[in-house]
């Protein structure tokens, strides 16, 4: 049987599932929402508590890597995500889960060449191009204020 492009494409199109891309939209951003009201609140309790911006966008951070590390650990992040979808890649919570869903997996194979190598797989990229970006950022402004 010879099928063509064309046949091929109306079959995919007959077999795909159906989204609800209004529902998926709005799940996204109320999660995506939530877990930035979330930060924003961290942030001011912290602050009203006597914290600099600084120092309570630290501990801000750190709690929200915290929670999503633990959320992968215990399944939930998964599950927030099949609900919510690119709602729940709010960069630093997506970030941590990043790093454990990779840690987690590659535990059975041990700590130095399971985690250890594994742990960035996902992540790594980012960081690379992250910290070259950076570099070159940094290289052009030290230029750029260096002769004006």
Known sequence: MNITPQTYQKMSK??????????????????????CVLGQLLLS?????????????TW???????LSAVFTGVGLYEKLAKYAGAGTLVPITGFSNAI???????KSEGWVLGVGA???TIAGPVILYGTSAALVYGILYYIVTSFM
Request: hydrophobic share 50%.
């Open 14 to 35: 007959r077999a795909e599932p159906k989204s609800n891309t209004k529902a998926n939209v709005a799940a996204a951003f109320l999660a995506g929402g939530g877990i």
């Open 45 to 57: 309790a912290f602050t009203y508590a006597g914290m600099d911006k600084i120092e309570a966008g």
């Open 100 to 106: 454990s869903s990779s840690a987690i997996e590659a």
């Open 60 to 66: 801000t951070s750190m709690i929200l890597v915290m």
């Open 118 to 120: 594994k742990i960035f």
